[in-house]
Nanobody
Framework: QVQLKESGGGLVQAGASVRLSCTAS????????IGWFRQAPGKEREFVTA????????EYADSVKGRFTISRDNAQNTVYLQMNSLKPEDTAVYYC?????????????????WGQGTQVTVSS
């Protein structure tokens, strides 16, 4: 199995940028599609973005399209989430997740492995 750990969260002002990292250990990282999800207080965990094994296929939630970018460096066992033009409604705990197929999914139930999450707070 693979273990995931998120980092890079914090408190920022609206309009700022933050880059989150998801670092994996365990099995070969390049065999997993990776997704980012987020969960705000009192809300369900929602899809943000995902990337395939090779990085050639990505998907984004409409709410982040054009502001967030997902990328991966398989040599470093890391997936990045670059978040620009942050808004207060982006405030949430951000989780990365892995699935052992080379296709992205917007459903959290399709991901078997999860990190512990990192808090991102955007002040207005």
């Amino acid at each position: 199995q693979v273990q995931l750990k998120e980092s890079g969260g914090g408190l920022v002002q609206a309009g700022a940028s933050v880059r989150l990292s998801c670092t994996a250990s365990g099995r070969t990282f390049s065999n997993y599609a990776i997704g980012w999800f987020r969960q705000a207080p009192g809300k369900e965990r929602e899809f943000v973005t995902a990337i395939s094994w090779s990085g050639g296929n990505t998907e984004y939630a409409d709410s982040v399209k054009g502001r967030f970018t997902i990328s991966r460096d398989n040599a470093q066992n890391t997936v990045y989430l670059q978040m620009n033009s942050l808004k207060p409604e982006d405030t949430a705990v951000y989780y990365c997740a892995a699935r052992e197929v080379d296709s992205v999914s917007r459903s959290r139930y399709m991901y078997r492995y999860w990190g512990q999450g990192t808090q991102v707070t955007v002040s207005s």
